[in-house]
């Protein structure tokens, strides 16, 4: 059932081996390699929202694992992805040693 007032944000929105025909929604540029959930939810609650993660197959990808995450929507869709994907590339960068 949809939640009014939240957003899903799939992984494959941020990642940049995918097309934007197959689901990519920002540039490459904006985008890492395959970002995992626990990445995502660090960098949208670093941001300060609150996050809901789901393990779950992207519906055009049924044979690959991914997941996805709902937040509040205190912004437009776009914006609250491009913030997102700046944390996100800020929270892989930690992970390297």
């Known amino acids: ?3 009014y007032g939240k957003i899903i944000l ?12 197959e689901g ?7 985008c ?5 959930l626990e990445e995502l939810v660090k960098a949208a609650e670093r941001l300060g929202y609150k996050v809901e993660a789901f393990k779950a197959k992207h519906p055009k990808r049924n ?5 996805y995450i709902m937040v509040e929507k205190k912004k437009r869709k776009r914006e609250i992805l491009r913030d997102i994907a700046i944390m996100l ?3 892989r960068g930690e992970e390297k040693p």
Not at 63 to 67: A, T
Request: hydrophobic share 30%; glycine share 2%.
């Open 10 to 21: 799939w992984l494959d929105y941020f990642n940049s081996n995918f097309s934007r025909r």
């Open 24 to 30: 990519r929604k920002l540039s490459l540029s904006q």
């Open 1 to 3: 059932m949809k939640e």
């Open 89 to 91: 590339t800020k929270v």
């Open 63 to 67: 044979y690959l694992d991914s997941g």
């Open 32 to 36: 890492i390699k395959n970002p995992r």
